[in-house]
């Protein structure tokens, strides 16, 4: 509750209580249906491979001025691939943490989670796992489950799995996968989401509706049979019905997501381009659209009083913004990527 009532703060001040960054376009892997390398992710005409990205201090004195600009509670690195920047990380993580933010690194443990992340408060390595062995291996080659499951040692990572049409198919591949991973004693929490396509898509990633409802059926079951799926029923019921728009999408409209240049701004969402939000599955869509379905004392929903703040948290932007004096924000100078 505490959290919210900060974050309700941030809001009414007009920032974003959640920053996202892609620290880099840089990645050896070639996801199929990967959002961040799609051609529309940054709007059509630029791609993420084709923005140019930092290094070394660069990168270190761009992140800290976003942070410090934005003013997050919360801040998510992803990529491309965060732990090709595990040297610059290896400096930023415990700067932001010193801010006192919630910092999550989304990565494929392709190489190994630097030892010294474990001691780090309030950060969260989240490790994005395609499914069982057999398919994630060919899909997040060289990020296999030989890989992954030495480099997380020490750690006490998040795994997080989107689940796709050929695992939603599969009779118990969601148990089977939660079965091994609630093993491994280097893992603290499970999380699933769903594919998300883009409007118009049609994938073999995309889940149909039938699969959806089946899905949500297994969520629920094993969130109740494992005690590391920790996603609570109202977050897994979001995904039977979706915010219908990114207008709808509190987590949308409370994030500033900046791609791997520090200046594009992706919209309207992570995703980028023209999501299909019908079919979103999202998790952390799914999680705040459960606060807001909420009713505080079983009467009152909570969506109204966030559709409230965040107006009232514009105005107060756009006047900040006007009387703000532009030459007090520090450049910032690219240099190329490795």
């Known amino acids: 509750m505490e959290g919210i009532v900060r974050s309700w703060g941030r809001i009414l001040s007009g920032y974003s209580p959640s920053l996202s960054i892609e620290i880099t376009r840089e990645c050896p892997l070639r996801c199929p249906g990967c959002y961040a390398f799609g051609d529309e992710h940054l709007g059509g005409g630029l791609t993420l491979r084709d923005v140019r990205d930092f290094k070394g201090q660069a990168l270190v004195d761009g992140i800290l001025a976003l942070v410090d600009r934005h003013r997050p509670m919360h801040v998510s690195l992803v990529g491309g691939e965060p732990l090709v920047r595990f040297r610059e990380l290896d400096v ?3 700067r932001l943490a010193d801010r006192g933010l919630h910092v999550q690194v989304v990565t494929s443990a392709v190489r190994p989670i630097p030892a010294a ?5 309030r950060l969260s390595v989240v490790v994005s796992i395609d499914g069982l062995q ?18 997380i040692v020490g750690q006490q990572v998040v795994v997080h799995c989107t689940v796709t049409r050929q695992q939603a198919i599969r009779q118990d591949y969601l148990r089977e996968f939660t079965d091994f991973w609630s093993a491994q004693p280097h893992v603290r929490k499970i999380w699933f989401s769903l594919y998300t396509p883009q409007v118009g898509e049609e994938s073999e990633e995309k889940l ?17 049979a494992y005690e590391k799926v920790q996603m609570p029923r109202g977050m897994i019921d979001v995904y039977a019905e979706p915010p219908s728009s990114p207008d709808d999408c509190i987590f949308a409209r409370v994030t500033q997501t900046i791609s791997a240049d520090l200046q594009t701004r992706i919209t309207p969402c992570q995703f980028g381009g023209t999501p299909d939000c019908a079919n979103c599955g999202c998790i952390a869509s799914a999680g705040l659209g459960a606060i807001g379905r909420h009713k505080l004392g079983g009467v009152i929903p909570i969506n109204p009083i966030f559709d409230a703040s965040i107006g ?15 030459t007090d924000t520090p450049a910032i100078v690219p240099e190329p990527g490795v």
Do not use: F, M, N, Q
């Open 92 to 94: 930023i993580l415990p």
């Open 117 to 121: 992340w474990a001691s780090i408060p």
């Open 134 to 151: 057999p398919e994630h291996d060919v899909r997040r080659a060289p990020a296999t489950y030989d890989r992954i499951l030495k480099h």
């Open 208 to 224: 149909r509706p039938e699969d959806r409802a089946r899905v949500v059926t297994d969520l629920h079951a094993l969130a109740a």
């Open 312 to 326: 009232l948290g514009r105005l107060v932007r756009k006047w900040r913004e006007r009387s703000a004096d532009d």
